[in-house]
């Protein structure tokens, strides 16, 4: 989409004029911090403006103005994405939702909470908490990424294995169209099934089909505090079998995330955990199934894990203990940054692959000479390899591309994904069609032509 000197000017004086009250960046230097999300490796454009809408007629009227003078729009929540999906892009009015952050309702009768998406996930945990009440879906950033960023990216976290994806908790969603007009996909109905299933087109398109003004999220009773078990491994290859063996036990912990020997060796320099650093790899179970229930379903679990190889079952402590750990493993990415740029990649695969997969990793990665970490949720098939490297090593760039597609057609070969939970964005494009298809992307093209025909909302981005 090209657009004039003229036409960019005259929008943002529309906005200025129609939305007085708005937030409005134009600044170089103040954009600056809005131009990238955490994948500072991919190159960003450089916005129009930055603006701050407060409700959704202000996001109506953006779109709206947007629209009339052919200027793109880029939605954004607080910009931790891992894929690029909030990149900002030459030209393009970026639409940070950070001020629409009200809860509108909770409704414990219902057992629903309606939000607007510029909510912090643990803030709104918080806020349903004091009515004992939980929304499981918790991405390790859940400190800082907002629920329309969750809900646009269908973000995982620690306990998809038992709660599965944000996807599973929306009932309804407001959505801004291309065309400035508002529509409601669902409400408060557990069971609706009216027509297509509008809800999940807008749950995961990454900001490309609708921008998020509102969502009602189901939510559950607080569940019991958690038991917590950290089991560790001579390899990464029996921590991998445990997992199976645990899913096959058939039992669902909460939390089963593995952590390389890398990996926990980097966490326990910066949290002093004292963790095994002899050991290959670490698994940490947890089950929120209430005393007696969590003691017998993490028995069986350790019996799984000894049934695998592990060197040491050990549980937390206390609540505490339990929940330096859980941080430890949230903050994964953050430790591995110490041993020079950490680059986080996802991918996913059938569970029962999971040692497999753990195994290509270890072998593409020596094969390119790349120090590789490998963290994840491996209870859902879904793992971490983060890529280290040196910033003044000029062959690292090509490496980690190398490196990037065997892992994913790796995964591909087991039946798995090249993304399960950071999305397609700018990051994935280019591996988006060898995993679904000419046909099925055709569809998805299909989709986005029909509700945005004139590419404005985040262009470039997926496909
Ligand atoms: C340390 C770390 C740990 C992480 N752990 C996890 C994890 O465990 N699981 C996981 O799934 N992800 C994880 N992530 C990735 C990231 O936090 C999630 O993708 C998160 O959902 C992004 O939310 P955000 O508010 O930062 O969105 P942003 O990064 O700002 O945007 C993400 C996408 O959503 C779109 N978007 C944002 N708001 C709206 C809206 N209102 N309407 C329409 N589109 C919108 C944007 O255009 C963009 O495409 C992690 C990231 C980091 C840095």
Redesign the pocket.
């Known amino acids: 989409m090209t657009t004039t000197t003229d036409q960019a000017s005259g929008l943002l004086s529309a906005l200025a004029s129609e939305l007085p009250g708005m937030r409005l960046l134009q600044d170089a230097s103040d954009v600056e911090s809005y131009r990238f999300?955490?994948t500072a490796y991919l190159s960003a454009g450089h916005p129009l403006a930055v603006c701050f809408p407060r409700q959704t007629s202000d996001v109506e009227a953006i779109v709206r103005l947007c629209a009339a003078a052919g200027v793109s729009i880029?939605?954004?929540?607080?910009?931790?994405?891992?894929?690029?999906?909030?990149?900002a892009i030459d030209g393009a009015i970026t639409?940070?939702?950070m001020h629409?952050n009200a809860i509108l309702e909770i409704d414990p009768a219902n057992l629903t909470v309606t939000t607007q998406?510029?909510i912090?996930?643990a803030e709104l945990n918080r806020a349903v908490a004091a009515h004992g009440l939980f929304y499981p879906?918790?991405?390790?950033?859940?400190e800082?990424?907002?629920?329309?960023?969750?809900?646009?990216?269908?973000?995982?976290?620690?306990r998809?294995v038992k709660y599965g994806?944000?996807r599973d908790w929306v009932l309804g969603l407001e959505?801004v169209l291309a065309d400035g007009s508002v529509i409601r996909t669902g409400g408060k109905n557990i069971k609706d099934v009216a027509g297509y299933d509008l809800t999940n087109i807008?749950v995961g398109?990454?900001?490309?089909?609708?921008?998020?003004?509102e969502a009602t999220l189901r939510l559950l009773p607080l569940p019991p505090a958690k038991l917590t078990m950290i089991a560790f491994f001579p390899t990464v290859a029996a921590a991998g079998e445990a997992v199976s063996r645990i899913t096959a036990a058939g039992i669902v912990p909460v939390t089963l995330e593995l952590m390389d020997a890398f990996t926990i060796a980097a966490v326990d320099d910066v949290h002093q955990l004292g963790l095994d650093r002899a050991a290959g790899a670490m698994l940490m179970v947890e089950s929120d199934t209430g005393a007696e229930a969590a003691e017998r379903e993490l028995a069986v679990a350790e019996e799984a894990c000894n049934a695998a190889g592990a060197s040491s079952v050990v549980r937390a402590a206390d609540a505490q203990e339990a929940d330096w750990l859980r941080q430890a493993r949230?903050?994964?990415?953050?430790s591995l940054e110490r041993a020079g740029v950490a680059r986080?990649d996802?991918v996913g695969v059938p569970r029962s692959r999971i040692p497999e997969m753990l195994a290509n990793i270890e072998r593409i990665a020596a094969a390119h000479k790349l120090r590789v970490g490998v963290f994840?949720?491996a209870g859902d098939g879904?793992l971490?390899p983060t890529y280290i490297l040196d910033r003044d090593d000029p062959s690292a760039e090509a490496r980690i591309e190398a490196v990037r597609d065997e892992i994913y057609r790796a995964a591909l070969e087991l039946g798995g994904t090249v993304t399960?939970?950071?999305?397609t964005?700018l990051a994935k494009k280019r591996w988006l069609e060898l995993q679904r298809g000419t046909r099925a992307v055709d569809v998805m093209r299909s989709i986005k032509g029909a509700l945005d025909p004139n590419g404005l909302?985040?262009p470039g981005?997926v496909f």
């Open positions: 999300d955490e880029v939605a954004r929540g607080a910009g931790t994405g891992l894929s690029g999906g909030a990149v639409v940070s939702f629409m998406p510029g912090i996930n879906p918790d991405p390790a950033s859940f800082m990424c907002t629920i329309g960023g969750n809900l646009a990216e269908n973000s995982g976290g620690l998809c994806v944000t959505v807008f398109s990454e900001g490309t089909l609708g921008l998020i003004t949230r903050a994964a990415h953050g986080m996802d994840g949720h879904n971490h399960g939970e950071h999305g964005g909302l985040n981005k």
